[in-house]
């Protein structure tokens, strides 16, 4: 693998692979911090510093709920602690000491300070004094200290996202990254206003409100605290389609199209973190996996991704950077001419007849059961139209199969198979396209 | 012939904590974490192949999803309804030729989700912690039906009938009810009394009255019971187990296998059980490897079963011939016993075997070579033979020795139902026997109701 380098350059700050710890309780302290350090991840983003003074209080019950799939493999991770609860001063002087001895990993310091400028004013350069590379403004935490006006009550505003971005690129000589909340209706407005405010970076997603569960013996949310719940911050594996979608939005906006992104949401390994790259970011953020494992998973990133790269090809990150975000597109403009059929593969077939089931009582009957008195799992193209839930509900890797249909006729419809591209926008049964036709 | 060897046949062979551990559950009850791993497993099938498989058609894919979704009664519930005898019938059906033996994970790994387990999971919790029965009786239909034979095919037709609300005699040769659940399934399958548990908690359902050591033939008739009853049903199973039709088959040392178990179910004490140092058991079924399983846990030091034909021809399933050789037991395919030796007392101290070949008809023909085992005992163990002179008697039309019923379990007389190892009709298994209970109870209870 010598070939590869995994060495990323975001925004102007520099980590030896682009797997970054977002900022979290693994990187609440220099102890959590240098442990995932010596692991190998690339950089950190400290945990959310806030105004100097008392530090805020956690709830003292439980601060996590979770979704479990089988076998209880946590899917998705809900949190409702807050920012950092230790002393300012500690955490910058644990910064600047962790900075001077892991010179070489990325150091990002998250900010959350009330939305007025001398509370900006006052705390960048002190950060800035740490040595530490860059800063990340924490405008996504949707729990808690949104109720004070920080948090996601900030980026859920524009006008508020691009107000405290120009004072911080005013007061602060270093890369500012700014953190997104996606409990907003269209992720590219506080994206516009970040690069409007001169940001540097954008990073998504922060949490999503959620419940994770009711307890129903107490009839109280999960985590429930003395018979009350509140909702919480909702991330891991659970999240990565939103994000993907979220992160794609931003990448081919023409107004931020160029803004480097770093993308958080249930990077797993990685495959997941090929996957946001792919799609524009140049680093990747991880939490919830690294709390449900351990700091020693990012050993399987590095190695996977570096693998993967020789496989392909790409000698560095720059060389697969964004190659999937010309293919995001708009449905109407998906082509219609191209069809497929589900095909599957008899000899990997278990005969569970969860395609079967799954075709015949919610989607297009396309799927036999029994053949000749023998069960048996066969896809009927006059009745298949392509859908792929068979593929998804299917327990067996590629026992089943989208096969697309190049030439003859498509059973289903008795059309003949086209060659060339049409989308809805010209379709006949469009009402737009008719209009425009007349 | 007479040889010059003693036989060496003695109790107490072991220390009593051996015993104890040796006739211990053969398989731990699951703990609720292996339940809910295990349940998440199942791939909830369409038209699911281990269903289809189960004799009492369960719904397994259902069942387990409950205990999956935290419903471990729910669950039971679900079993119950098919099989009141789910409890016994998780610890003693041999799933490596029903529902396991088909799953799908079977297909795609080789490690079939473990129904059996599951099934004893989940009826446990509910019969552990159960306040009420879960099944209500019907209305009272002033019925009255004679069940002859306390055993599965009895209990289970038994319980339908009184749910269908009408009541329930069962008549029973034995001191104990319970029939091979109680006499006959190997000990280590069903400790803890698991068997007279299972019965009270049928019995529960109400409607139902028990008359122990009561035979047919010799404390009733079925002509009285023709006359009593509105209707008859006999489960009693089979009669003694068959003879080698060899001179000395009635020798000291040459065994009925079916009584040497149903004297270890009873004992108390297991140390009082006399077993020979070598042992030799003749047949292929699950009684067989049940005797000679159970022999070498006696302390018997040296257990053979002999089978006139090939391995893959035994009745026993290919695990429980496992579990025979984990448990030291050799299988000998391929010899038909020709000659029982004998002490100068009488007694058994070998036998001698002829191997054996299918002939060009299929049938087995010897060799001519001959094998001779020095052995204390011969278990015979090569099927019972049913009692049916009184059957024939009161009109009832036989079939190869066996009582000859429809599908739902109808004899030749417009009376009388028949059902378990007594009719001629599938496997002789605990779960079919349940369900030919049901099957004729539903049959019954249809013909009352006209």
Same mark, same amino acid.
């Given at each position: ?185 269209? #992720? ?38 003395? =018979? ?211 | ?25 053969? &398989? ?50 679900? #079993? ?23 799953? +799908? ?19 446990? &919790? ?131 296998? +079916? ?74 395919? &391929? ?12 007694? #058994? ?59 739902? =379990? ?5 009376? #009388? ?34």
């Amino acid at each position: 693998m010598g070939m590869v380098d995994l060495s990323s350059d975001f925004c102007g700050i520099k980590s030896p692979n682009p797997f970054w710890l977002a900022s979290a309780p693994p990187t609440d302290k220099a102890y959590n911090v240098e442990r995932a350090f010596e692991a190998g991840w690339g950089g950190v983003v400290w945990k959310t510093l806030g105004s100097e003074g008392p530090p805020v209080v956690n709830v003292n019950g439980p601060r996590y709920g979770a979704i479990h799939g089988a076998d209880r493999r946590l899917l998705g991770l809900n949190n409702i602690e807050l920012i950092t609860d230790r002393d300012l001063e500690t955490n910058l002087r644990e910064i600047a000491e962790v900075k001077k001895r892991w010179p070489d990993r990325a150091i990002v310091v998250s900010i959350m300070v009330p939305c007025e400028e001398e509370a900006w004013k006052a705390i960048l350069p002190r950060v800035e004094e740490t040595g530490a590379d860059g800063i990340e403004l924490n405008f996504g935490c949707p729990h808690g200290m949104s109720e004070r006006g920080m948090g996601s009550a900030v980026g859920q505003v524009p006008e508020y996202i691009e107000m405290v971005t120009r004072w911080c690129k005013t007061y602060s000589s270093q890369p500012v990254i700014v953190k997104l909340t996606p409990n907003i209706t269209d #992720i590219r407005k506080p994206a516009r206003a970040a690069k409007a405010g001169g940001a540097d970076a954008v990073s998504l997603i922060n949490t999503i409100n959620s419940i994770t569960s009711v307890n129903l013996d107490f009839f109280a949310p999960e985590p429930t605290i003395d =018979g009350k719940g509140s909702h919480g911050g909702y991330c891991g594996p659970a999240v990565k389609p939103i994000a993907l979608s979220m992160v794609s939005e931003i990448a081919r906006d023409p107004d931020t199209r160029g803004l480097p992104i770093s993308g958080i949401g249930g990077v797993t390994t990685w495959r997941d973190a090929a996957e946001f790259i792919a799609l524009g970011c140049g680093s990747v953020q991880v939490c919830t996996a690294a709390m449900t494992y351990g700091f020693k998973i990012v050993q399987e990133m590095t190695a996977g991704l570096a693998e993967w790269m020789e496989t392909k090809g790409y000698e560095t990150l720059d060389n697969f950077m964004g190659l999937a975000v010309p293919n995001v597109t708009d449905w109407q403009y998906l082509n219609l001419n191209y069809v497929t059929k589900a095909h599957i593969d008899q000899d990997l077939c278990i005969k569970c007849g969860r395609c079967h089931i799954a075709c015949e009582d919610t989607s297009h009957q396309a799927i036999t059961s029994m053949v000749d008195g023998v069960r048996h799992f066969e896809v009927m193209n006059e009745e298949c139209v392509g859908c792929n839930l068979c593929v998804e509900v299917c327990p067996v890797t590629d026992c089943i199969t989208m096969e697309e249909m190049v030439e003859g006729t498509d059973p289903r419809t008795g059309k003949p198979i086209r060659h060339d591209y049409a989308n809805w926008t010209t379709h006949p049964n469009n009402p737009a396209a008719m209009e425009a036709a007349e | 012939m007479t040889t010059e060897s003693v036989r060496d046949v003695a109790a107490g062979r072991l220390q009593s904590a051996d015993y104890l551990a040796n006739f211990a559950d053969l &398989h731990a009850p699951m703990t609720p974490h292996e339940a809910i791993v295990e349940a998440d497993r199942c791939y909830f099938c369409y038209d699911a192949p281990c269903m289809n498989a189960c004799p009492t058609t369960i719904d397994i894919p259902l069942f387990i999803r409950e205990i999956a979704a935290g419903n471990a009664d729910g669950a039971a519930k679900t #079993i119950l309804s098919q099989n009141i005898m789910g409890g016994m019938c998780a610890r003693v059906c041999p799933t490596e030729t029903l529902c396991e033996e088909v799953c +799908v994970r079977e297909t795609a790994e080789g490690k079939p989700v473990r129904i059996g387990e599951l099934q004893r999971y989940a009826t446990d &919790h509910l019969m552990e912690r159960h306040t009420a029965h879960p099944f209500k009786r019907a209305a009272q239909t002033g019925k009255r039906v004679a069940v002859v034979g306390a055993g599965p095919a009895g209990m289970a037709c038994a319980h339908r009938l009184a749910r269908f609300g009408h009541d329930v005699t069962i008549f029973e040769a034995r001191p104990k009810a319970g029939g091979l659940n109680e006499y006959g399934i190997a000990a280590y399958k069903t400790p803890g009394d698991f068997a007279q548990r299972e019965l009270d908690f049928i019995l529960e359902i109400g409607g139902i009255t028990v008359k122990n050591e009561t035979a047919l033939g010799r404390d009733v008739t079925l002509e009285a019971l023709s006359d009593e009853f509105d209707a008859i049903f006999l489960g009693m199973g089979l009669g003694g187990v068959n003879d080698l039709g060899l001179e000395g088959d009635d020798a000291e040392g040459c065994i009925d296998a +079916v009584k040497y178990i149903a004297d270890l179910r009873q004992a108390k004490d297991k140390a009082a059980l006399s077993i020979g140092r070598r042992v030799v058991v003749i047949g292929g079924g699950m009684t067989a490897v049940d005797i000679a399983i159970q022999s070498r846990l006696l302390g018997a030091e040296d257990v053979t079963i002999c089978y006139r034909r090939g391995r893959e021809a035994m009745n026993a399933s290919e695990y429980e011939q496992e579990l025979a050789q984990t448990n030291g037991v050799t299988i000998r395919p &391929h010899l038909m016993p020709k000659l029982l030796e004998r002490g100068a007392d009488g007694a #058994i101290t070998g036998i001698v075997l002829e191997y054996g070949e299918a002939g060009p008809d299929g049938k087995l023909v010897g060799t001519g070579e001959t094998l001779a085992l020095p052995a204390d005992q011969v278990f015979k163990a090569i099927g019972q033979s049913p009692v049916t002179e009184t059957l024939s008697n009161a009109g009832i039309e036989l079939e190869a020795h066996r009582i000859k019923v429809s599908d739902e =379990g109808r004899t030749s007389h417009p009376k #009388i139902w028949a059902g378990g190892d007594c009719v001629r009709r599938d496997d002789d298994l605990t779960v079919v026997a349940v369900d030919h209970g049901q099957r004729a109870a539903q049959s019954i209870h249809a013909a009352l109701s006209r």
